[in-house]
C-alpha cells in the first residue's frame, strides 16, 4: 500500500481486475440473452393476442381473427412459419375456439447454435 496524504491507495489492481470481469460477464449476459429474452417476449404478446381473439371469438368471424393474429405477428417480426401454421379451429361439443401456431427460432450462441420452438396455444369457451 501507498500512503498519499490521507488517501491509501492499493497497487495490486485486483479490485479494478474484478470489476472489469463482471462487467465483461454482464455485457455478454446482454448481448446473448437480447435475443433470447425478445423471443420469449413474443411469444407471449402473440399468444396474449390470441388470447384476446378468442374472448371476441362469438362476435367476429374467422377470417377477421385471422386477419388481427396475422397483423399482429407481422408487427413482431414472426418468421413467416408461424404465419402458415396459423390454425383456427371452432368445436360444437364442447363450444370452444382453438387458435394454435408453430415456429422455431435459431439462436446464435458461443460455440452453439440453438433452435427453440414456439407452439403458441389458446383455447376459450364459445
Do not use: W
Not at 491507495?9 to 481486475?17: H, I, M, P, T, V
Not at 364442447?94 to 383455447?123: D, G, M
Amino acid at each position: 500500500m501507498v500512503r498519499v496524504g490521507k488517501l491509501v491507495q492499493n497497487e495490486s489492481g485486483k479490485g479494478r481486475a474484478g470489476c472489469l470481469i463482471f462487467a465483461l460477464i454482464v455485457a455478454a449476459a446482454f448481448y446473448f440473452g437480447g435475443p433470447v429474452l425478445t423471443s420469449y417476449m413474443d411469444f407471449v404478446r402473440i399468444e396474449d393476442k390470441m388470447n384476446e381473439q378468442a374472448r371476441f371469438a362469438p362476435s367476429l368471424t374467422d377470417d377477421a381473427i385471422r386477419r388481427r393474429i396475422l397483423e399482429e405477428m407481422d408487427a413482431l417480426g414472426l418468421p413467416n412459419q408461424a404465419r402458415q401454421t396459423l390454425v383456427i379451429r371452432r368445436s360444437n361439443s364442447p363450444r370452444e375456439i382453438e387458435i394454435s401456431a408453430r415456429y422455431s427460432v435459431v439462436f446464435e450462441l458461443p460455440f452453439k447454435t440453438h433452435v427453440q420452438q414456439f407452439n403458441p396455444s389458446v383455447r376459450e369457451p364459445l
